[in-house]
């Protein structure tokens, strides 16, 4: 079946750039909402934001001005990119697969393990 | 935005007993609500989509019902699995979906 894996660094110093890759396995990547969310220690989710196969993305307004995401087909991986981190994004990040089906349909099927990242100096 | 407020916060049952879990949206999403369910250390797992379809591989003892703004989900027998947190979610207006903050059900 579909699987996610997240990979990247647990820690990045203030006001740098947090990158994460999602590697899918055992599927298509296409068709789908490929997607971040990160939940604070404690705290619940956030949604960060899609990108599509045809690297059309759609992110959080409240993190607009900061995120940015990107899709290599030819590698099954899709990644974000989240600048000028303060410890307030220090958060389990997690990639999903978001069923693409006619909108507004768009609820998280198939979930990785996630990944800690803290911001810290 | 649309806000979605669960309740209550912590919920305390009995093995076998009913658990039924609230989830109120600000304004209507129709019937475009999703319920998920999160064990400590683990990722959410999709639960209910469309406000009562359960997902592939979820138990009967799920069942998810509502519309408009007020969803609940109710799990008919509590099993020593299903303790865990539960939020929802909706996705009739986005960007961005927005998450419920979240029902712990824990052991009485």
């Known amino acids: 079946q579909v699987q996610l894996q997240e990979s990247g660094p647990g820690l990045v110093r203030p006001s740098e750039t947090l990158s994460l890759i999602c590697t899918v396995s055992?599927?298509?990547?296409?068709?789908?909402?490929l997607t971040w969310v990160r939940q604070p220690p404690g705290k619940g989710l956030e949604w960060i934001g899609y990108?599509?196969?045809?690297?059309?993305?759609n992110y959080n307004p409240s993190l607009m001005s900061r995120v940015s995401m990107s899709i290599d087909t030819s590698k099954s991986q899709f990644s974000l990119r989240l600048s000028s981190v303060t410890a307030a994004d220090t958060a389990v990040y997690y990639c999903?697969?978001?069923?693409?089906?006619?909108?507004?349909?768009?609820?998280?099927?198939?979930w990785g393990k996630g990944t800690t990242v803290t911001v810290s100096s | 935005e649309r806000v979605m407020t669960q309740s209550p916060a912590t919920l305390s049952v009995s093995l076998g007993e009913r658990a039924t879990l609230s989830c109120r949206a600000s304004?209507?999403?129709?019937?475009?609500l999703a319920w998920y369910q999160q064990k400590p250390g683990q990722a959410p797992r999709l639960l209910i989509y469309?406000?009562?379809t359960r997902a592939t591989g979820i138990p009967a003892r799920f069942s998810g019902s509502g519309s408009g703004t007020e969803f609940t989900l109710t799990i008919s027998s509590l099993q020593s699995e299903d303790f865990a947190v539960y939020y929802c979610?909706?996705?009739?207006?986005?960007?961005?979906?927005?998450f419920g903050g979240g029902t712990k059900v824990e052991i009485k």
């Open positions: 999903a697969r978001g069923d693409g089906g006619s909108y507004p349909s768009y609820y998280l099927d198939v």
């Open positions: 055992g599927g298509s990547i296409s068709s789908y909402y």
């Open positions: 990108v599509y196969s045809n690297n059309y993305t």
């Open positions: 304004q209507s999403v129709s019937t475009n």
């Open positions: 469309g406000a009562s």
């Open positions: 979610q909706q996705y009739n207006n986005w960007p961005p979906l927005t």
